[in-house]
């Protein structure tokens, strides 16, 4: 089956700075991609996918690039707020195989 | 709205006693799943049903029975034989079976047994 790796947290952030969170995984065939995530108290919600190499999926002004050649797939965002305040789950998902997600990093956007 | 619904929010129950969470999803969707989340240990995968009147086990079955008699109900019941069940529950569906398919989450279940 498919393995993720993502960077531990939490990670604690002033408003307005740079976000990243970094996400490797490996897999058999060519996945999919995805970000999910997770405010206090609720379900996941997918934040972007990617479903090919070099695909950038972005939302809410989060971005990530699906990068076949590091088998990364990082989250970013260039000006964070308090609302981002979140847990952050990145997952691969192969054709014959269920998501696979990462044990997830904690964001704290700090005014 | 289309969605998950997952009743109820909150769940306390006694230790030796079995319990059934609830899951229905309006999508129409014929992939449904049940997670169990505890803290800093990510999503882990109990049973999925690829569609209905069939489930598997996943990563965590021991001590957790499901059913899929309606595509759209996909109830969970924790046994007494769930040595830790204290957990925060989530169901999901997708529109097919495999990894390619964006899964949707209900709102979660927070089950305590004391």
């Known amino acids: 089956g498919d393995s993720v790796t993502q960077m531990e947290g939490p990670v604690t952030l002033s408003e307005e700075a740079f976000l990243t969170i970094n996400c490797t995984y490996t897999a058999t065939g060519y996945p999919s991609l995805f970000w999910y995530v997770q405010y206090p108290g609720e379900g996941l919600q997918l934040l972007l996918k990617a479903t090919k190499a070099d695909d950038k999926g972005s939302n809410k002004g989060f971005e990530a690039t699906y990068r076949k050649e590091t088998t990364s797939f990082h989250l970013e965002k260039g000006s964070v707020q308090v609302s981002d305040s979140a847990v952050y789950f990145c997952?691969?998902?192969?054709?014959?195989?269920?998501?696979?997600f990462g044990k997830g990093t904690k964001l704290s956007v700090i005014p | 709205d289309g969605g998950i619904t997952q009743s109820p929010k909150y769940l306390f129950r006694k230790e030796g006693q079995n319990v059934t969470l609830s899951c229905e999803q309006n999508?129409?969707?014929?992939?449904m799943y049940w997670y169990r989340q505890d803290p800093g240990q990510g999503l882990r995968l109990i049973y999925y049903?690829?569609?209905?009147?069939?489930?598997q086990k996943g990563d965590i079955a021991e001590g957790y029975s499901v059913s899929r008699e309606k595509k759209e109900s996909f109830p969970l019941t924790v046994t007494s034989a769930q040595k830790n069940p204290t957990a925060f529950y989530l169901c999901a569906s997708s529109i097919n079976w495999g990894g390619f398919n964006e899964q949707y989450f209900g709102p979660g279940t927070r089950l305590t047994v004391t």
């Open positions: 999508l129409n969707h014929d992939a």
């Open positions: 049903s690829q569609i209905v009147n069939d489930f």
């Open positions: 997952a691969p998902g192969a054709g014959s195989y269920q998501l696979t």
